[in-house]
């Protein structure tokens, strides 16, 4: 997070603007070329987390199948990421630069997120903390220097990737401790991790779509100065993240290796909820009550957001919540028919876009917030019914 104010104040605003555009790219790429395999190695990894070799299989089916997918997510990306940026005035040697920029953190995230399956698993969250810490440790330091020294984006984004590199050098030797990587292929288990990626592919492609609409909309508009502001403003999104990441850390593995009874998981469930909804609302109202304050990180550019920053509160909240009930239907490896599930999230969102003049960054904002809200309470929703169909009732 420190890191990010750091990007905000010592970027131009025309500079920062292409950094929002391609680091939230990179995590629409990252997620592309997932397409639910983390959810079928989570799943799967859940049930067999106990058996090194079994884990090691499924281990080794997941990385080969995100290697396959980064392929085709670079293919039909990378175009549409010109584009942007060549909406936003940015130079053919400034396109150029980025793109390959983006490539070590593309590349690490591949695995990154696969090798902490185990270690959450064994709940062995100390030493994955720790790399964790290092890994931040480090690209604060070079974020810090190329900030001040090579204040472009291209720079940054090497300076957010290689920690990251040498962070999954240390998470692979963790995962090893519990796992045996193995190329032996396993029928049960490529069988699963289809079925799973089948079911949860077509959704992650809308949910990248429909999760960063409002970035597509200003960039279309041509609006850098509000492209900044948003990626300003979403430096404070950062933490419910760090929320997020530790209910993910501490509860949902708990939650994932819990037997299929109702009762049991629709307890653990809502505790998850509840404590997330009461520890967002906490650090919200701490924002906006010293807004003042905060926003002055932010630099001289991005003053007089008071509204935009209460916006950008509230879709955190919501976010948070969101997330929880994203993750208990994929670690118990609940998959509701695609299909559904974007049906579900695309009628709401079409009519929010007739009704909602999306001119202005308060009302793009706005209408991310009120995507988020459906994107929860059809996942919700999809999680009770699931567990009342799936789960034992004792």
């Known amino acids: 997070m420190i890191s990010g104010f750091i990007i905000v104040r010592q970027l131009t605003v025309n500079e920062y603007a292409f950094y929002t555009i391609a680091n939230t790219f990179l995590g629409a790429m990252t997620l592309l070329s997932d397409c639910g395999v983390n959810t079928s190695v989570y799943a799967l990894g859940a049930q067999n987390w106990q058996n090194k070799k079994k884990m090691g299989i499924i281990l080794h089916r997941g990385l080969q199948l995100r290697n ?4 085709y997510t670079l293919v039909f990306t990378v175009p549409v990421l010109i584009y942007l940026l060549y909406q936003q005035h940015a130079s053919n040697l400034s396109i150029f630069l980025i793109i390959l920029s983006i490539i070590p953190s593309f590349y690490a995230g591949l695995s ?8 959450k698993l064994n709940q062995e969250l100390k030493i994955l903390q720790k790399n964790q810490t290092l890994v931040a440790l480090l690209r604060l330091c070079l974020v810090f220097l190329s900030a001040f020294i090579f204040p472009f984006t291209c720079v940054i984004l090497l300076a957010n990737g290689l920690p990251r590199i040498l962070g999954n050098i240390k998470l692979k030797k963790i995962a090893l401790k519990n796992a045996e990587i193995s ?3 396993d029928t049960e288990v490529n069988k699963e991790t289809t079925r799973i990626i089948k079911r949860t592919a077509p ?27 948003l990626g300003a403003l979403g430096r404070f999104s950062v933490i419910f993240t760090v929320f997020t990441t ?15 009874n109702r009762s049991l998981l629709l307890k653990k469930s809502h505790f998850i909820l509840l404590l997330s909804l009461i520890g967002s609302i906490s650090v919200g109202f701490v924002l906006y009550i010293f807004r003042s304050f905060v926003l002055r990180f932010l630099g001289a550019n991005y003053q007089n957001l008071d509204y935009s920053f209460l916006l950008i509160i509230i879709q955190g909240i ?15 490896g609940w998959v509701i028919h695609p299909l559904l599930d974007i049906l ?3 009628v709401p969102t ?22 988020s809200l459906v994107y929860f309470l059809s996942h919700y929703f999809a999680f009770i019914v699931q567990l009342f169909q799936k789960a034992d009732k004792y």
Do not use: C, W
Not at 68 to 71: G, Y
Not at 112 to 119: G, L, T
Not at 350 to 371: E, Q
């Open 68 to 71: 396959h997918f980064a392929i």
């Open 112 to 119: 990154d997120a696969i090798f902490e399956v185990v270690p």
């Open 183 to 185: 190329n032996i292929q």
């Open 203 to 229: 959704s992650t492609i809308y949910f990248v779509f429909s999760s960063q609409v409002s970035l597509f909309i200003l960039s279309f508009l041509g609006k850098t100065t509000s492209i900044a502001q």
């Open 246 to 260: 530790f209910v993910n850390m501490v509860f949902i593995p708990r939650f994932a290796r819990s037997e299929n």
């Open 318 to 332: 919501i976010t948070v919540l969101s997330s929880n009930a994203y993750e208990f239907n994929l670690r118990k």
């Open 344 to 346: 579900i999230s695309l």
């Open 350 to 371: 079409v009519i929010f876009a007739i009704l909602i003049p999306l001119n202005t960054l308060p009302n793009v904002i706005l209408y991310g917030i009120l995507n």
